[in-house]
T-cell receptor, first 112, second 110 residues
Framework: NAGVTQTPKFQVLKTGQSMTLQCAQD?????MSWYRQDPGMGLRLIHY???????DQGEVPNGYNVSRSTTEDFPLRLLSAAPSQTSVYFC???????????FGPGTRLTVT | GEDVEQSLFLSVREGDSSVINCTYT??????LYWYKQEPGAGLQLLTY?????DMKQDQRLTVLLNKKDKHLSLRIADTQTGDSAIYFC??????????FGAGTQVVVTP
């Protein structure tokens, strides 16, 4: 039982490049989400999913795409990276009925 | 829409009690949480409270919930230097969506 895994841990991109941040969980959780954390702003919800095939926008979805083809995986895609997307990204998962949200270790992304 | 607010900074002397406050707006909240984040680290779940409770105690931590006023607080007794961190309040609605506050930076001074 690995919990929530995220790859990569660190990434540097040039403006305009694309990439996918990977997130996987092995707890059969229905709910998965992506957050970004910026200094002084806490965690802001980017996108979330309540089950395979169902995704919805959070607070700051622009510039990001997600898909949920399986229960386990919830990748976050940056189509054309911008310096404003420099941040630390956290993936989380939970059961709809349980109290605990499980967080991945984070991905530190720098866009130059 | 949903909103979670908390004060940004708290300074406390070692050995004193710390109280961190949080307000939220979503009346469909099921659970409310306190997370701790140390520099360069991820989020550590400290404690949580179910929305139909008004108090929960866990060793040095006491959580108070006033559901009518949508006010949540975290009291840390006998604050230690290792308690210096950012503390996030969060609420989970009936869909499982988690909304975070901006975090309170707690600095413990000797």
């Amino acid at each position: 039982n690995a919990g929530v895994t995220q790859t990569p841990k660190f990434q540097v991109l040039k403006t305009g490049q694309s990439m996918t941040l990977q997130c996987a969980q092995d707890m059969n959780h229905e709910y998965m989400s992506w957050y970004r954390q910026d200094p002084g702003m806490g965690l802001r919800l980017i996108h979330y999913s309540v089950g395979a095939g169902i995704t919805d926008q959070g607070e700051v979805p622009n510039g990001y795409n997600v898909s949920r083809s399986t229960t386990e995986d919830f990748p976050l895609r940056l189509l054309s990276a911008a310096p404003s997307q420099t941040s630390v990204y956290f993936c989380a998962s939970s059961s709809m009925t349980d109290y605990e949200q499980y967080f991945g270790p984070g991905t530190r992304l720098t866009v130059t | 829409g949903e909103d979670v607010e908390q004060s940004l900074f708290l300074s406390v002397r070692e050995g004193d009690s710390s109280v961190i406050n949080c307000t939220y707006t979503d009346s469909s909240s099921t659970y409310l949480y306190w997370y701790k984040q140390e520099p360069g680290a991820g989020l550590q779940l400290l404690t949580y409270i179910f929305s139909n409770m008004d108090m929960k105690q866990d060793q040095r931590l006491t959580v108070l919930l006033n559901k009518k006023d949508k006010h949540l607080s975290l009291r840390i007794a006998d604050t230690q230097t290792g308690d210096s961190a950012i503390y996030f309040c969060a609420e989970k609605n009936s869909w499982g969506k988690l909304q975070f506050g901006a975090g309170t930076q707690v600095v413990v001074t000797p």
